[in-house]
């Protein structure tokens, strides 16, 4: 059946469609901006009974639009009973920390064993449907070989408030890595990399991310075309021929803080895909481990947010995971 949401469009709009609708939906009908353009490509938006599929459509104060919106399609994931690590939880939301190896949401090539199979059992029927399938909840992701913290929706209500959140880059996300060298500021090649700048102590890079143009499984940087990026990062300790060190996400784009990483010549230990062959000097302490190292060193340690429900404001922190604790231990001597 679904149900019909009408907006009606205030003063002043944004000129497009999907941001003049995001603005001006009912905080009730849990809607993001996301799900909005999902469904104006679907035909689903409508003006005078004459359907608009076009996010980037001008609109004009006044104006009346209906949006279709199905009931979520009934979700063939199955709920598996796999531990999990919950650091905060209660009716709007649900915080975890998540191993490393365990792939957020099913796939063809991974259709159990994910963390939506243990949250499904976790939270049963507790999980929102705003994107368009039952109970699954996710709001943001991190890669299968990357550890670390994941907010996930209960309600319809807290997946278009924090759906929101993270379109308007307004969550707190600190990840810490272990990286080949030291990135210093005061590096005078560092500063001559294309997109880097030193910025109150910190190095950030900003650049535009799009898939790599021979291999499409990888996310290349661009100047001239995809999505804009920005990644700060500062050194937290520096080790022979590595360091610790804190990026922060002004964006979330797929693989961003890895693919940044190599661009300004400072791969991360253990990624198989943008860490490149460097390797650390033979007599440094924690070479063997960092050689060794199975998996890109990322952590997502830092989250914080508004509680969609109260405003409350919600920060939670997450130390590295046994193996990089190790590694970062190796690499101390």
Same mark, same amino acid.
């Given at each position: 059946?679904?149900?019909?949401?009408?907006?009606? =469009?205030?003063?002043?709009?944004?000129?497009?469609?999907?941001?003049?609708?995001?603005?001006?939906?009912?905080?009730?009908?849990?809607?993001?901006?996301?799900?909005?353009?999902?469904?104006?490509?679907?035909?689903?938006?409508?003006?005078?009974?004459?359907?608009?599929?076009?996010? /980037?459509?001008?609109?004009?104060?006044?104006?009346?639009?209906s949006i279709a919106v199905p009931d979520p399609a009934e979700s063939h994931i199955e709920a598996e009973a796999i531990p999990l690590a919950v650091v905060y939880e209660d009716d709007a939301l649900i915080v975890v920390d998540k191993p490393a190896g365990m792939v957020v949401h099913p796939a063809p090539g991974?259709?159990?064993?994910?963390?939506?199979?243990?949250?499904?059992?976790?939270?049963?029927?507790?999980?929102?449907?705003?994107?368009?399938?039952? @109970?699954? #909840? =996710?709001?943001?992701? =991190?890669?299968?070989? !990357?550890?670390?913290?994941?907010?996930?929706? /209960?309600? +319809?209500?807290?997946?278009?408030?924090?759906?929101?959140?993270?379109? @308007?880059?307004?969550?707190?996300?600190?990840?810490?890595?272990?990286?080949?060298?030291?990135? +210093?500021?005061?590096?005078?090649?560092?500063?001559?990399?294309?997109?880097?700048?030193?910025? +109150?102590?910190?190095? /950030?890079?900003?650049? @535009?991310? +799009?898939?790599?143009?021979?291999? @499409?499984?990888?996310?290349?940087?661009?100047f001239d075309r995809g999505r804009h990026a920005v990644t700060r990062l500062r050194v937290r300790e520096a080790f022979q021929g590595a360091a610790l060190v804190e990026c922060r996400l002004e964006t979330g784009r797929t693989h961003q803080i890895r693919v940044h990483m190599q661009h300004i010549g400072h791969?991360?230990?253990?990624?198989?895909?943008?860490?490149?062959?460097? /390797?650390?000097?033979?007599?440094?302490?924690?070479?063997?481990?960092?050689?060794?190292?199975?998996?890109?060193?990322?952590?997502?340690?830092?989250? #914080?947010?508004?509680?969609?429900? !109260? #405003?409350?404001?919600?920060?939670?922190?997450?130390?590295?995971?046994?193996?990089?604790?190790?590694? =970062?231990?190796?690499?101390?001597?």
């Amino acid at each position: 059946m679904g149900r019909l949401v009408r907006v009606e =469009i205030g003063l002043e709009p944004p000129a497009r469609l999907d941001k003049a609708l995001a603005r001006d939906v009912d905080p009730g009908a849990a809607l993001s901006r996301s799900r909005i353009a999902a469904l104006i490509a679907a035909g689903a938006v409508s003006r005078g009974g004459v359907a608009e599929t076009s996010p /980037k459509a001008a609109v004009r104060s006044g104006e009346v639009w209906s949006i279709a919106v199905p009931d979520p399609a009934e979700s063939h994931i199955e709920a598996e009973a796999i531990p999990l690590a919950v650091v905060y939880e209660d009716d709007a939301l649900i915080v975890v920390d998540k191993p490393a190896g365990m792939v957020v949401h099913p796939a063809p090539g991974t259709p159990s064993g994910t963390l939506v199979n243990a949250l499904m059992a976790h939270c049963g029927d507790r999980l929102s449907g705003v994107g368009g399938v039952a @109970r699954p #909840g =996710i709001v943001h992701r =991190i890669d299968k070989d !990357t550890s670390g913290l994941l907010v996930v929706a /209960k309600t +319809d209500a807290a997946h278009a408030h924090l759906s929101d959140l993270f379109a @308007r880059h307004a969550v707190r996300r600190a990840y810490l890595a272990v990286c080949h060298g030291v990135p +210093d500021g005061g590096d005078p090649r560092l500063r001559g990399v294309p997109g880097a700048s030193l910025e +109150d102590g910190w190095v /950030k890079v900003t650049t @535009r991310l +799009d898939r790599h143009r021979t291999d @499409r499984q990888r996310q290349a940087v661009f100047f001239d075309r995809g999505r804009h990026a920005v990644t700060r990062l500062r050194v937290r300790e520096a080790f022979q021929g590595a360091a610790l060190v804190e990026c922060r996400l002004e964006t979330g784009r797929t693989h961003q803080i890895r693919v940044h990483m190599q661009h300004i010549g400072h791969g991360l230990i253990g990624d198989p895909v943008y860490g490149g062959r460097r /390797k650390l000097p033979k007599d440094a302490p924690g070479a063997a481990e960092a050689a060794a190292f199975p998996r890109q060193a990322l952590h997502a340690a830092t989250l #914080g947010f508004p509680h969609p429900g !109260t #405003g409350k404001p919600l920060l939670f922190e997450s130390a590295p995971p046994p193996d990089m604790a190790a590694l =970062i231990r190796a690499l101390r001597g």
